[in-house]
């Protein structure tokens, strides 16, 4: 991936987890807030989960929601006015005083608790979702030389990719990288890599041996799945980023796959390194 303006030139646990990370990671528009009663709490049109929801939720996620639930519930006990101390109006104006555009999700699909539904309408139970809400709709142009530009972001794309390898060999690959006349191309960060993210994709099973709706526009850019014949998953489409953490022992990556931005070692628990797409 190359910046066009500077340039110029692991298995799924359950059902219900799939389907509750979904929800909640398609609905990113969402402010969590805990209500009262049997009525969600809405503002500005956007729509707030109940307690249940929020607790279903966060049983797919112990040990990572602590603290954060612990605030929650010192605000609940000490009586504190949550739409005092949070304003929705505040926080979609600090979205909209971005210096860099945000790309919209591509979600398409509604949920319940549990299921899909059909499209509520205002003043219905879950209405506001991700998918009633229009951002920056995903545009690109193909070059016709082996690149992509993101018309939302100004980013210049590859668009094949230069298959598996090391995170260390992508580093060393993007540096010496020569595409379309251009020669400064480099990884994208995590940010930049999870633009392309389309959530019309469909989540695959991680035992299947085939698919073919990932979340990424194929129409643009090229894609693979985990290669099955060579002992993989076919969930195993992990993509490089230079987004480094915990002392730089993992790598913020993204799942085309499954739709899920993770932390991956960079060593393979099975021995050597672990391998990433490189886009």
Same mark, same amino acid.
Not at 29 to 38: E, H, T
Not at 76 to 93: K, M, Q, T
Not at 248 to 270: E, H, Q, S, T
């Given at each position: 991936?190359?910046?066009?303006? #500077? ?5 799924? %646990? ?20 805990? #209500? ?11 729509? +707030? ?6 607790? =279903?939720?966060? /049983? ?13 519930? =010192? ?7 949550? *739409?005092?101390? +949070? ?16 790309? /919209? ?28 809400? /229009?951002? @920056? ?5 193909? &070059?016709?030389? #082996? ?32 595409? =379309? ?5 480099? *990884? ?6 999870? %633009? ?15 698919? @073919? @709706?990932? +979340? ?6 090229? +894609? ?25 022992? *993992?790598?913020?990556?993204? &799942? ?10 960079? &060593? ?12």
């Amino acid at each position: 991936m190359m910046d066009m303006i #500077g340039s110029r030139d692991e298995r799924r %646990s359950n059902a219900s987890e799939r389907s509750h990370l979904r929800r909640f990671r398609a609905a990113r528009r969402v402010q969590l807030r805990i #209500g009262s009663g049997r009525e969600p709490r809405r503002a500005s049109g956007l729509w +707030f989960p109940r307690l249940r929801q929020f607790r =279903a939720f966060a /049983d797919t996620q112990r040990g990572k929601l602590l603290p954060v639930m612990t605030v929650m519930l =010192a605000l609940v006990l000490s009586g504190c006015n949550w *739409l005092g101390w +949070f304003d929705v109006g505040d926080a979609i104006a600090q979205t909209s005083s971005l210096t860099y555009p945000i790309v /919209d999700t591509g979600q398409e699909l509604t949920y319940d608790d549990s299921s899909v539904i059909a499209s509520p309408v205002p003043g219905d139970d879950f209405y506001g979702q991700d998918a009633q809400i /229009d951002g @920056n709709q995903m545009s690109y142009v193909a &070059n016709g030389d #082996g690149t992509v530009t993101d018309l939302v972001t100004g980013l210049m794309w590859q668009q094949d990719y230069s298959g598996k390898m090391s995170y260390s060999e992508a580093v060393a690959m993007a540096g010496s990288f020569e595409l =379309a006349g251009h020669s400064d191309w480099r *990884l994208p960060t995590i940010k930049e890599l999870y %633009s392309l993210i389309d959530f019309s994709g469909e989540d695959v099973d991680p035992m299947s041996s085939s698919a @073919n @709706n990932p +979340f990424i526009d194929t129409a643009y850019f090229d +894609f693979a799945y985990g290669d099955t014949s060579a002992a993989e998953r076919i969930i195993d489409s992990q993509w490089a980023t230079t987004s480094l953490y915990v002392a730089g022992d *993992l790598m913020f990556g993204v &799942n085309f796959a499954d739709g899920r931005i993770k932390g991956y070692g960079l &060593n393979d628990p099975r021995g050597g390194e672990m391998q990433f797409y490189v886009r």
